[in-house]
């Protein structure tokens, strides 16, 4: 990580993740101008134990699209947090 | 067509659109909101349906290339609901029209399952011990 620069991730929650936080989206600064999805996803269950993430299944879409760990996301990406989902 | 809405679904509408003189077969399906479910501790009186509009759109539109691509269909319309919805109202709807019935029942049930398995939609019942989210499953990638 490049310690020198810093960004903002907007994060937007839906479902049960959305009426924990009450809010519709987390705003979370990370030490460097991106962050794979896996460290993203370790850095938001230390950072907001109250979210849950480790009680429930879920997978983050960027730019509308699931993505897997590897993908690396930065502030202009759309970021959303998926949990189980119960349409129909 | 393919949209989400907040607004009651028209089921007679929706026939009317699907339909086209070239079709011998119009297959849909339609998804109600019922009184009970196994998991609920008490009688179902409506589910709340929220959904990631922007993508649910993005991955119908996807569905409806598929079937294009799949079967050889004519028309193809997916609407869901999205807000509060009470007992007996339809929360989704697909329907297909093709020349004849095998390609409508094999791309309409494509459709139904596809939505349900990859359209970030969530569903929180009301009852009269309370409101709870619906345990769901893990979206398909």
Excluded at chain 2, 26 to 33: A, N, P, Q, R
Excluded at chain 2, 107 to 131: L, V
Aim: proline content about 2%; aromatic content about 8%.
């Amino acid at each position: 990580m490049n310690l020198s620069e810093c960004a903002t991730l907007k994060i937007r929650l839906f479902g049960i993740l959305r009426e924990k936080m009450d809010s519709d989206n987390l705003l979370i600064s990370i030490h460097d101008t991106s962050i794979s999805l896996k460290e993203l996803g370790k850095y938001l269950k230390e950072l907001c134990p109250s979210l849950g993430l480790n009680e429930i299944n879920f997978v983050f879409a960027v730019n509308k699209v699931i993505c897997n760990g590897d993908t690396n996301v930065k502030p202009s990406d759309e970021i959303a947090i998926i949990p189980p989902i119960s349409g129909g | 067509m393919i949209l989400t809405t907040k607004d009651t679904i028209d089921q007679t509408k929706i026939f009317d659109q699907v339909k086209d003189d070239s079709c011998g077969a119009i297959v849909s399906f339609t998804g109600l909101v019922r009184d009970h479910n196994s998991n609920s501790k008490g009688k179902v009186e409506g589910i709340f349906y929220e959904t990631y509009d922007e993508m649910v759109e993005e991955i119908l539109k996807n569905i409806e290339k598929e079937v294009f691509k799949n079967w050889n269909i004519k028309k193809f319309i997916a609407v869901h609901r999205t807000g509060y919805l009470q007992v007996g109202e339809i929360s989704v709807i697909v329907a297909v029209s093709s020349e004849h019935r095998k390609e409508a029942f094999e791309a309409c049930s494509y459709g139904i399952e596809n939505i349900k398995k990859r359209c970030p939609i969530w569903k929180k019942e009301k009852t009269q011990f309370g409101n709870e989210w619906i345990e769901g499953v893990k979206i398909n990638e």
